[in-house]
């Protein structure tokens, strides 16, 4: 992939590789994913929003319309199993480990999930279209950030993702689990890097089988420090004996603005140039680096709680309307 001529690397994107985050989605945004090439749709499947009373039934209402509509179009969806409910735990960054009791309700909510809509699932059923199953799940999220995991540990997130993934393959031998992304460059003090993180996960056996792919959320001020933490992270798992195992780059992003201190945030023309040349030297290193999927966050402006930077990262406006970076991303997601 390396010496492609300029205006190349669109025709050189394989189907599926670019994606979008979104944090909310309308009926109508699906047709515009379709028309800009997005091939991956990464969303939170939350365990509290589907059952949020121990005594209640699972209720996949709002996921159905997420899986339908991107079938509808023939896009890819990459759940993301997160979440403790509050009926298990009231706890900020409580994770699945902590008891028996919510590892064994974990397991039920990943095999309801899989088996509604993976391969053969209940949901295809009654879907009026061509079945679209899920076949890739990436199992948690961040968990070197101190807002996902109370107190990160690289050791016991491996014990989840090899719980998840031998759950996940009993419901769908065929399906690909996704680790978790970490945060290559964390600001909290309270976390952990990204590459300390991994190289220490990795170091249990059970966790490195466990996950056909690595995932990481390279953010960064420049494409060229994005570059470095790729390959810092193709460095940590090829020291793992993972040399095989692709790269998954679940969420990047820049937002738009007055950045000040936080580099993060730039003006709308270096948005526009973080992403183009960002999604570029992702196409150029992909076999070099083993890089499968890039996941643009987020898909629309919005108020976002936990991320500031994120309010303006989207390729829509908060009101719907295309801004010129949903015309980069097409440009070189089409192939």
């Not at 991956?40 to 159905?64: H, K, Q």
């Not at 879907?127 to 996902?148: L, R």
């Not at 976390?191 to 490195?208: H, I, N, P, Q, T």
């Not at 989207?314 to 991303?329: H, I, V």
């Amino acid at each position: 992939m390396l010496g492609l001529p300029a205006g190349s690397e669109a025709a050189q994107a394989p189907k599926g590789f670019f994606g979008v985050h979104p944090r909310s989605l309308d009926p109508g945004d699906y047709p515009t994913m379709a028309g800009a090439d997005v091939g991956l749709i990464r969303t939170g499947f939350v365990y509290s929003a589907v059952r949020p009373n121990e005594s209640d039934p699972y209720d996949w209402t709002a996921y159905d319309a997420v899986v339908a509509g991107a079938a509808d179009q023939g896009i890819d969806v990459l759940p993301v199993l997160v979440g403790v409910p509050r009926w298990i735990s009231t706890e900020r960054g409580a994770t699945p480990l902590d008891t028996a009791a919510s590892k064994a309700a974990w397991r039920e909510f990943l095999t309801g999930a899989v088996e509604r809509y993976g391969p053969g699932g209940t949901f295809w059923a009654t879907y009026p279209g061509t079945p679209h199953p899920i076949e890739d799940w990436q199992a948690w999220n961040e968990p070197n950030s101190f807002n996902n995991w109370k107190r990160p540990s690289p050791r016991e997130y491996g014990k989840l993702l090899t719980l998840s993934a031998k759950t996940i393959h009993a419901a769908d031998p065929d399906a690909n689990v996704i680790s978790a992304g970490v945060i290559s460059q964390p600001v909290n003090r309270k976390a952990m890097d990204g590459d300390v993180y991994l190289r220490k996960m990795l170091r249990s056996r059970k966790a490195a089988k466990a996950a056909d792919a690595i995932a990481i959320h390279p953010y960064t001020g420049s494409v060229k420090q994005v570059r470095e933490q790729i390959e810092l992270t193709r460095e940590v798992m090829d020291g793992a004996k993972l040399k095989r195992t692709p790269i998954w780059v679940t969420e990047i992003g820049w937002g738009q603005g007055r950045g000040g201190a936080n580099p993060l945030i730039v003006s709308a023309a270096k948005q526009r140039r973080n992403l183009r040349e960002s999604f570029r030297m992702t196409l150029k290193k992909r076999r070099k680096l083993r890089i499968a999927k890039v996941v643009w966050y987020q898909w629309r402006d919005g108020l976002d709680e936990v991320c500031g930077w994120c309010n303006t990262s989207g390729l829509l406006r908060e009101d719907g309307s295309a801004k010129p970076l949903l015309g980069e991303f097409a440009a070189i997601a089409r192939r």
